[in-house]
Nanobody
Framework: QVQLVESGGGLVQPGGSLRLSCTAS????????MGWYRQAPGKQRELVAG???????NYADSVKGRFTISRDNTKNTVYLQMNNLRPEDTAAYYC????????????????WGQGTQVTVSS
């Protein structure tokens, strides 16, 4: 079965950095748009950054200049480099991907990762 596997969250001090990774595993034919969302307690899930199959990126205003999204199509992986982290960046971060997969039938589907916690605190 196809799934998104995330890694890289953790506890970091303000001003620190973390790098999140998300890999689409299983029988994946191709990856289209991929992105990262986050959800803080009591708040709605919001888009942090996205990258399409051509490499065009978009960012939430709150993270521009601090976060960088990138992808490695050979590994079906998307990354989120987070620098100069702030306490308000604390949230569960979720990977999202638009994939064309072989199973259970050939077709295009949207997938979500299980979430990885990022906590920014001194």
């Amino acid at each position: 079965q196809v799934q998104l596997v995330e890694s890289g969250g953790g506890l970091v001090q303000p001003g620190g950095s973390l790098r999140l990774s998300c890999t689409a595993s299983g029988r994946v034919f191709s990856t289209n748009a991929m992105g990262w969302y986050r959800q803080a307690p009591g708040k709605q899930r919001e888009l942090v950054a996205g990258v399409n199959s051509g490499g065009t990126t978009n960012y939430a205003d709150s993270v521009k200049g601090r976060f960088t999204i990138s992808r490695d199509n050979t590994k079906n992986t998307v990354y989120l480099q987070m620098n100069n982290l702030r306490p308000e960046d604390t949230a569960a971060y979720y990977c999202n991907a638009d994939l064309i997969v072989f199973t259970p039938t050939f077709g295009r589907r949207e997938f979500w990762g299980q979430g990885t916690q990022v906590t920014v605190s001194s």
